[in-house]
């Protein structure tokens, strides 16, 4: 079965930290391009971290050097390590996969349009 699921959200207050997971079943995290993704009330939604297959990752801009994505292939798992949170971090967060399972070569992309399996998101609060 293919699923994704979040796991780890919850309210914290700023300058705290988070890790959230994602389980992944009906694929191997180390054959597809992944990322994080979240979403705020009113909000498109946005790339936050992603990590192409080949190990290299692309970044938000707003969260360079606070958040890092890894894998864990034994787990078969996807983390997204959030630190010294602000509230404009405020959202849910998504977990995606992208089924094509080719590289990017280095650039993986930000945009959710890229990614078509989707977890049900995991809510993140951030109080000031």
């Known amino acids: 079965q293919e699923r994704l699921e979040e796991s780890g959200g919850g309210s914290v207050q700023a300058g705290g930290s988070l890790k959230l997971s994602c389980a992944v079943s009906?694929?191997?995290?180390?054959?597809?391009?992944m990322g994080w993704f979240r979403q705020a009330p009113g909000k498109e939604r946005e790339g936050v971290a992603v990590?192409?297959?080949?190990?290299?990752?692309t970044y938000a801009a707003s969260v360079k050097a606070r958040f890092a994505i890894s894998k864990d292939r034994f787990a078969n798992s996807v983390y997204l390590h959030m630190f010294n949170l602000k509230p404009e971090d405020a959202g849910m967060y998504f977990c995606?996969?992208?089924?094509?399972?080719?590289?990017?070569?280095?650039?993986?992309?930000?945009?959710?349009?890229?990614?078509?399996?989707w977890g049900q998101g995991t809510q993140v609060t951030v109080s000031s």
């Open positions: 009906g694929f191997t995290v180390t054959n597809h391009n």
């Open positions: 995606a996969l992208e089924r094509r399972g080719g590289t990017w070569y280095g650039n993986p992309p930000l945009s959710p349009s890229e990614y078509g399996i």
């Open positions: 990590m192409d297959i080949d190990g290299s990752t």
